[in-house]
């Protein structure tokens, strides 16, 4: 937890903290807490609200309800997959910009390597 307060002190080159400079623990609450909820969490919901949805058209019996739940669902179908491809297409890019900039001695440099080790 001290390391969030360290965020201006340089580091010793080689250190695997190097790229985040006191920063890893919110890189890593990031990549491995928000970005999984966002991808898995909310698609999930998306498709069970519509389920509920639908659920409740056919339990009224409304054919006019049933059609327009059905609609929700499909759009609700459709903003899922797009979340998850996007937060996946987002991820994939990142990786290769972090990639594609190593040995380079530019500021992603050292941004890829706080990536990748956290």
Do not use: H
Not at 18 to 28: A, E, N, T, W, Y
Not at 55 to 74: F, H, P, R, Y
Not at 90 to 108: C, Q, R, Y
């Amino acid at each position: 937890m001290l390391d969030l307060f360290q965020i201006g002190k340089g580091t010793k080159r080689g250190n695997v903290n190097d790229g985040c400079q006191g920063l890893m623990p919110v890189v890593r609450l990031v990549k491995t807490g928000l970005i999984p909820i966002v991808q898995l969490g909310i698609p999930i919901i998306l498709v069970v609200l519509g389920t509920i949805d639908l659920g409740k058209a056919v339990i009224a019996s409304n054919e006019e309800a049933i059609k327009k739940a059905q609609g929700m669902l499909v759009k609700r179908a459709i903003y899922a997959v797009a979340i998850f491809f996007i937060v996946t297409i987002v991820t994939v890019l990142m990786g290769i910009v972090a990639k594609g900039t190593k040995g380079t001695g530019s500021d992603t440099d050292s941004w890829g390597t706080c990536w990748d080790k956290a």
